[in-house]
């Protein structure tokens, strides 16, 4: 079965000061691996789909990069408005359908 | 916004009713999937259906059912509520064909109180 743990559950930091958040998944074969924002109360929204080690995709201050058995999404100088919660799902080639197995997120909290 | 539509947004009702959630996917996408998420639980995968047949199944409870329609549009139907089943339900919805068909787009989702 799919698992997917992530890291920190929260983080909180200043504007400008960059870090990164883990995402550690087990599969036995990956299909694709998803990046989302989730503002409270609102859908989650899709930022970046990796497919292969050594890939890796960017938009604005976040940069998301994968290898074999983790993924980490970067976020350079963030401003209060990249507060949310990121959450990271996988689809390995035994899950059912399209499924998605998500993470249990990181609450990224950026204070001017 | 992602394209996908939910109904209601918010509903409270008592234990041991039936609700109906409705959801329109994105156009052209024929995926159609129900997501629970709970404070304890976070994003739970419920039920896939594909251009009207069920294509997978997750932690669904028996006393919960969906169908997709021939107009592609979903629902999602709980019955004899319980305290428990109070959560935020998600629909979304990918075209399911190949690389491109993988990207899931979700609705805002249905805030269910049940009390």
């Known amino acids: 079965e799919d698992q997917v743990t992530q890291s920190p559950e929260a983080l909180r930091l200043q504007e400008g000061e960059s870090s990164s958040l883990n995402c550690s998944y087990t599969?036995?074969?990956?299909?694709?691996l998803f990046w989302y924002r989730q503002d409270p109360g609102k859908g989650p929204e899709f930022l970046f789909t990796?497919?292969?080690a050594g890939e890796e995709k960017e938009k604005e201050r976040l940069k998301a990069t994968l290898t074999k058995k983790e993924s980490f999404l970067h976020i350079t100088a963030p401003k209060p408005e990249d507060s949310a919660t990121y959450l990271c799902a996988v689809r390995g080639v035994e899950a059912a359908g399209n499924k998605l197995t998500f993470g249990g997120g990181t609450r990224v909290l950026v204070k001017p | 916004d992602s394209g996908v539509t939910q109904t209601p947004k918010h509903l409270i009702t008592a234990t041991g009713q039936r609700v109906t959630l409705r959801c329109s996917p994105r156009s052209g996408d024929l995926s159609v999937y129900w997501y629970q998420q709970s404070l304890d639980q976070g994003l739970q995968f419920l039920i896939q259906?594909?251009?009207?047949?069920?294509?997978a199944k997750g932690n669904i409870l028996e006393r919960f059912s969906a169908q997709q329609f021939p107009d592609l549009h979903s629902e999602l139907n709980l019955s004899s509520l319980e305290l428990g089943d109070s959560a935020l339900y998600f629909c979304?919805?990918?075209?399911?064909?190949?690389?491109?068909?993988?990207?899931?787009?979700f609705g805002e989702g249905s805030w269910l109180t049940v009390v």
């Open positions: 599969v036995s074969g990956l299909r694709g």
């Open positions: 990796l497919y292969s």
């Open positions: 259906y594909y251009n009207g047949e069920e294509r």
């Open positions: 979304a919805s990918s075209l399911g064909q190949g690389k491109a068909g993988n990207t899931i787009y």
